[in-house]
Nanobody, 128 residues
Framework: QIQLVESGGGLVQAGGSLSLSCVTSLRPFSRYAMGWFRQASGKGREFVAS????????YYTDSVKGRFTISRENAKSTVYLQMNSLKPEDTAVYSC?????????????????????WGQGTQVTVSS
């Protein structure tokens, strides 16, 4: 059974940092591109960041550029999201996802329908 398990969420003050991890059972992990999405209460799912299987290509939504960094460690089948300078509007459930389009051919992995597997999510709450 394929599993993606996020961790690292929590409550933080505005301006603070959190580091999210997503450990997967995907084998080989290098076959997959990965993405992070978030969903705030009462809103739709929003793309946050994506990374190709090599890590050479990364993409971000404009609102997190310069504050968030996506990375991966293929040997540990894990993808990370380092979040700095957090804002109250970053409050959401953050989920990782895996795509078989490992190099994001013709895309940047911004659409949820590009992903085959999803984690359950971890809550991030930023207080003002």
């Amino acid at each position: 059974q394929i599993q993606l398990v996020e961790s690292g969420g929590g409550l933080v003050q505005a301006g603070g940092s959190l580091s999210l991890s997503c450990v997967t059972s995907l084998r080989p992990f290098s076959r997959y591109a990965m993405g992070w999405f978030r969903q705030a209460s009462g809103k739709g799912r929003e793309f946050v960041a994506s990374i190709s299987w090599t890590g050479d290509n990364t993409y971000y939504t404009d609102s997190v550029k310069g504050r968030f960094t996506i990375s991966r460690e293929n040997a540990k089948s894990t993808v990370y999201l380092q979040m700095n300078s957090l804002k109250p509007e970053d409050t959401a459930v953050y989920s990782c996802a895996a795509s078989l389009n490992a190099n994001f051919i013709g895309t940047q992995g911004r659409r949820p329908q590009e992903y085959e597997y999803w984690g359950q999510g971890t809550q991030v709450t930023v207080s003002s």
